[in-house]
């Protein structure tokens, strides 16, 4: 039986009866006490007292202006006298936002307040605690009472959760203005009714939307108490960004002293853009500090900006192995939406920095220090989406940190001119040949200049680059190919095709020999322009066959060929070529253009013919695991051959044979390699020299075709499927939800460790042979990477590899991570090499606590012996 009552303050006002719905339409008038139980009334029409018929509908001044609906599923008494309402058994009373649901409810309508509590069960028990909502806000009680009028509450036992947080206190009163204050409670991220750690704390005032407020707090663990401890505390309590001071890491390093590491501010500018600046500090005198901000604009466009300095310094500067390096770098990231401005596009990938920067850095479990070369790029493309061009404006850079030698592009401008065809339109003229050849006659244009700076990093500074700007070499280059194609046979394709190509640069070199008999190499400024041309033509076609069977396993196989013919023709070029005689008469013959921005045109006549065939080989087999019958194995994904023929060389006209292939071998196994044959033998001199000779490999090596160099690859994948049957390439979705989470992540505060997938293996082996001449030469690379979910909870991962060379195991690193519900262990460790280290964290999972950590930490700089 379900009792609902509709009242405004008191006596009822602008009721003219009470009503109670039962299971028959029941109206009571009500005397001066009235008790209902619902099983009396439930076959009764109707109970009407006449002495009363109607009520005073006047608000009181002291009335509330809302309406108040209760009800109750047991019964409900009314006292008249007193002006309550008592409510039994899952009642609920609704006012504006807030809505109370308990066992008992008290509704005192004479001073609008109210009354919550349990009632004992069957089993004695008490049991229909108060739960408290108020807008999005939940409280969990043992008992309440609440001001309709003030707004004000005294709560006994509490539980509610503020943000990633859940407080609880002993007694709580609520003020007003929607302020809490908390007496014996406690604070913490865990969502356990019996959390795994809490901030225990005598006074706590939570200001919703802003922030939490703690006195004295004692870290306790299990509800243990620990000798940790704030004198107070202070939990952001906002949506969206909160500027602050990040806390740093505190410790010691056995080569640079006592630290704190990553300690500084973080700054929510606004709601586009963050920033955050860390530093690093040591006792014996080294440092470090980074800023990281990032950007993002909805629709528009995002990206980050991160720059690090670092001032290493190791032992004492009274002794000769005292040592002091300084490191750089600078990161920036942009992308614009691809539907912000359609047709221009605005990208950056920057990666710039010293050398040594991820050999020297202070935080050395970076894999980046693998990396031998570093690229950047900042483009700006426009495609004038109306028009047949395009053009793009960029600057590159690139870096190699072991010649330590940069390449700078500064700028590089691209203007291309899609391809045209002007006479597509044209009416049928001549025969079905001669229409296809002019129909798909085509040409295009495209033109770039360049800049480019090739400098050492020991030269690259702000203070030299006057005197670097000399050293930039720049030019202008323009190609126009020209091509159609037309069938030949109905089954063959041919290719032809005109290329001319001319470079104009700004500086030159002239060679001559001085009196002393000294080669001098000049720079001379002034244009100069060099032009080629080449033909091409190409000739293929596919051949199909096919071999079916009507009994057994194979249902049919299928092999095609792509046969190809191409032939390659370049007149000589003259332009640019200089002589000078050196001092023994002999007259040496150069280009002007040699070491310029595009290199040095290929002056040589030449004419190639080319010849090339692709195979592909599979098989179908008959099974019932199919709906069609059959299933498609693919024997050869790919076996290639291919070679040319000089036809304006003198001798040597054969280039090498290039074989190549790959295939699976079943579900797991990916196979492939590659290899060059060569026709030619070589012979030794008595000096102990060994030239390739015009003679057959059979005269000389007594080889049909001699294997130069080759390599064999081999892959190997295993996965084990998760609980959400997802492998562990297949995409997964991250725990964190919100924008504001999936933003920690990205600033890597925390990193998440994805623990549904029980194991994955990977391995790569790589065998290489190059063999020129007599001397041979072998290389193996042996590479494994894989993780183990030994329980829903523990999670092992490792990467290592053989060095056959050493005969001794390449870098290797193990991982090891324990999910503790709300707290993580992760433990990754290098056991031996160069990079010797270990790092062990035990943290607690949300950002709110990310400080509330244990680290223990050895760099390998601290482990050198």
């Known amino acids: 039986m379900l009792i609902t009552v509709t009242a405004l303050s008191k006596g009822f006002a602008q009721s003219d009866n009470i009503q109670f719905t039962s299971s028959a339409d029941t109206t009571l008038l009500y005397p001066d006490s009235i008790q209902i139980n619902p099983d009396s009334i439930q076959n009764a029409d109707s109970v009407a007292l006449s002495t009363i018929t109607k009520f005073d509908t006047t608000l009181s001044k002291d009335a509330i202006e809302s309406r108040v609906d209760y009800e109750a599923l047991d019964s409900m008494k009314i006292d ?9 058994g899952s009642a609920q009373v609704n006012y504006e936002d807030i809505q109370l649901n308990a066992d008992y409810i008290e509704l005192d309508l004479k001073n609008n307040t109210v009354f919550a509590d349990g009632r004992p069960d069957s089993t004695g028990e008490m049991a229909g605690f108060p739960v408290f909502k108020e807008g999005p806000k939940e409280y969990i009680t043992k008992r309440m009472t609440y001001n309709f009028d003030s707004k004000k509450g005294k709560i006994t036992e509490v539980r509610t959760q503020e943000g990633e947080g859940f407080i609880k206190g002993n007694e709580v009163k609520k003020s007003g203005t929607e302020v809490m204050y908390i007496k014996n409670g406690y604070y913490t991220t865990c969502n356990l009714d019996e959390p795994h750690f809490s901030l225990a704390t005598s006074k706590l005032k939570i200001i919703p939307g802003d922030k939490i407020i703690t006195g004295p707090t004692l870290l306790k663990i299990d509800n243990i108490p620990t000798p940790l401890g704030l004198p107070f505390g202070f939990f952001p309590n906002k949506k969206g960004r909160s500027s602050g001071i990040v806390i740093p890491t505190y410790g010691d390093s056995r080569a640079l002293g006592f630290f704190l590491r990553n300690g500084g501010f973080y700054w929510g500018v606004n709601e586009y853009i963050d920033s955050r600046i860390t530093g690093d500090i040591y006792s014996l005198g080294s440092w470090g500090v980074a800023l990281n901000t990032r950007y993002k604009k909805r629709y528009k466009y995002n ?38 401005k359609p047709g221009s596009r605005f990208s950056a990938n920057v990666n710039l920095g010293s050398s ?174 060099a032009a080629t041309a080449s033909f091409n033509a190409a000739l293929n076609t596919k051949l199909y066959s096919l071999y079916q069977y009507k009994k057994g396993k194979i249902a049919a196989i299928r092999h095609v060929m792509t046969p190809s013919i191409s032939f390659n023709f370049q007149p000589e070029i003259s332009e640019g070529i200089q002589r000078y005689t050196d001092t023994l008469g002999v007259t040496n013959i150069y280009s002007i253009f040699e070491g310029s921005v595009y290199g040095t045109p290929d002056r040589r006549r030449s004419g190639r013919v080319g010849f090339g065939l692709l195979n592909n080989l599979e098989m179908k087999v008959r099974t019932d695991k199919d709906s069609s019958g059959l299933k498609k194995i693919k024997l050869l994904e790919n076996l290639g051959f291919s070679s040319s023929y000089n ?89 964190y939800t919100t924008e504001e989470e999936l933003e920690l992540i990205n600033a890597n505060i925390e990193q ?114």
């Open 80 to 88: 008249m006298l007193t002006e309550k309402v008592y409510l039994y």
């Open 303 to 340: 990206g980050n900006v991160s720059i690090s300095y670092t001032k290493r310094k190791e032992g004492f500067e009274e002794l000769p192995s005292y040592s002091e390096v300084n490191n750089m770098f600078l990161r920036w990231n942009h992308a614009q939406d691809s539907k912000a």
């Open 356 to 529: 040594s920067n991820f050999q020297n850095n202070l935080n050395s479990f970076s894999n980046e220090y693998l990396t031998n070369t570093f690229q950047s790029s900042i483009t700006y493309t426009n495609s004038f989406p109306t028009k047949p061009y395009n053009l793009t404006l960029s600057a590159r850079h690139s870096q190699n940190t072991q010649s330590e030698q940069f390449n700078i592009n500064l700028p590089d401008v691209s203007f291309n001119f899609s391809r045209q065809f002007p006479f597509k339109n044209i009416g049928k003229i001549g025969n079905e040949w001669w229409r296809s050849i002019y129909k798909n006659f085509g040409l295009s244009l495209r033109s770039e200049a360049t800049n480019r700076l090739t400098v050492q990093e020991n030269k690259l500074r702000l203070s030299e680059f006057g005197e670097l700007s000399q050293d930039f070499k720049n030019g202008i280059r323009h190609s126009i190919p020209l091509s159609t194609s037309f069938k030949l046979l109905k089954h063959a394709t041919i290719s032809p095709s005109v290329s001319l190509n001319e470079s104009w640069i700004l500086n030159s070199i002239r060679q001559s020999v001085n009196n002393e008999g000294i080669l001098v190499r000049d720079t001379v400024m002034g244009f100069e322009r």
């Open 647 to 735: 036809i304006s060389a003198d001798s040597l006209n054969w280039a090498p044979i290039s074989a190549n292939g790959r295939t699976r071998i079943g579900k797991f196994l990916s196979f492939q390699f590659n290899g060059t044959l060569d026709p030619y033998g070589f012979v030794t001199d008595s000096l102990g020299r060994q030239t390739r000779v015009n003679r057959r490999s059979k005269d000389t090596q007594d080889e049909l075709f001699r294997l130069t160099n080759g390599s064999v690859a081999f892959n190997f994948r295993l996965t084990g499927k998760g609980k959400d049957g997802k492998k562990a390439n297949e995409p997964k979705k991250s725990k």
């Open 752 to 865: 998440y460790v994805d623990f549904s997938i029980p194991w994955s293996l990977n391995v790569s082996y790589n065998i290489r042979y190059t063999k020129p001449t007599n001397a041979s030469n072998v290389t193996q690379t042996l590479n494994f990477n894989g993780d183990l979910s030994l329980t829903d909870n523990w999670k092992i991962g490792t990467t290592s590899g053989w060095d056959f060379t050493n005969n001794d195991f390449s870098y290797t690193s193990l991982n090891i991570n324990r999910d503790l519900h709300c707290w993580q262990l992760a433990v990754n460790w290098i056991p031996f090499g160069p990079r010797q280290s270990y790092n062990i964290t035990l943290n607690v999972k949300s950002a709110v606590l990310q400080d509330l950590k244990l680290n223990r930490r050895r760099d390998f700089y601290d482990l050198i012996q």
